[in-house]
């Protein structure tokens, strides 16, 4: 019995961040350059009572890697990332790194993000838009020029798997030094969307939903079961 209750926990505890992630990931299904998380589950080994018990756990949440869909917008500060690889940006928590490519000129003409981080250049410092320049024009290496010059170089960057976690909507905070390798190419005027799969993610929150609540009422279960047998056996309940 106690080795019965031992492995429905586990596997509720771990059910419990599946439900977490994955109403997460259809939450942001509209959100600009999101990518998907993953739980990957492992199979443990409960030596508490007996060495045999197969436990299911939560081992480590991955980032989906496959890109979204490129929308063309026709803004001259939309882009997109053609690869592997993510914009550098300087947010109130440090840097992070996103796909979220819909940039704008604030009042400073500092280019920022639409969550308002500011973009961060090749040189670390943020790239400026002077504000009389009417034509904007971003190569596919990220370099920014106006009719008036060169501004700079957006920052890119790639990192190993598991490199990174979310930090909220289209932002990533890196848990391990950039890798080197080919950058991503930019695409002026165009948006990349999340990528995830709308009615794949509602099955998979249904489906995770019911494993859980199931796991829920297997756990009373053994409650109930393990209070009855107390009380007939004169035992403290």
């Not at 505890?13 to 990931?25: G, I, P």
């Not at 320049?133 to 290496?141: E, Q």
């Not at 990349?192 to 009422?217: C, F, I, K, P, Q």
């Amino acid at each position: 019995m106690g080795d019965g209750i031992y492995v429905a926990t586990a596997g509720a505890v771990a059910q419990s961040m599946a439900l977490d992630v994955t109403a997460n990931n259809v939450a942001n299904a509209g959100t600009t350059g999101f990518r998907a998380e993953r739980v990957s589950f492992r199979e443990a080994l409960g030596r508490v009572r007996s060495p045999d018990i197969a436990l299911v756990t939560d081992d480590t949440t991955t980032i989906d890697r496959i890109p979204g869909a490129i929308t063309s917008t026709g803004e001259p500060f939309d882009v997109a990332l053609e690869g592997d690889g993510y914009l550098a940006v300087d947010a109130p928590g440090g840097v992070r790194y996103t796909r979220a490519g819909a940039l704008r000129p604030d009042a400073e003409g500092v280019l920022r993000t639409a969550t308002g981080a500011a973009v961060r250049s090749v040189g670390g410092g943020p790239l400026t838009i002077p504000a009389e320049a009417t034509t904007i024009d971003i190569a596919r290496d990220g370099t920014i020029s106006t009719e008036l010059g060169p501004v700079g170089q957006l920052a890119l960057a790639r990192f190993a798997p598991g490199a990174l976690r979310h930090d909220g909507g289209g932002n990533f905070v890196a848990t391990g030094p950039p890798q080197a390798g080919p950058l991503p190419q930019v695409i002026q005027g165009s948006l990349e969307g999340a990528n995830v799969n709308v009615v794949r993610g509602v099955v998979d929150l249904v489906r995770v939903s019911r494993t859980y609540e199931s796991l829920l009422r297997l756990i009373q279960g053994f409650h109930d079961v393990e209070s009855r047998a107390a009380r007939e056996l004169g035992g403290p309940t």
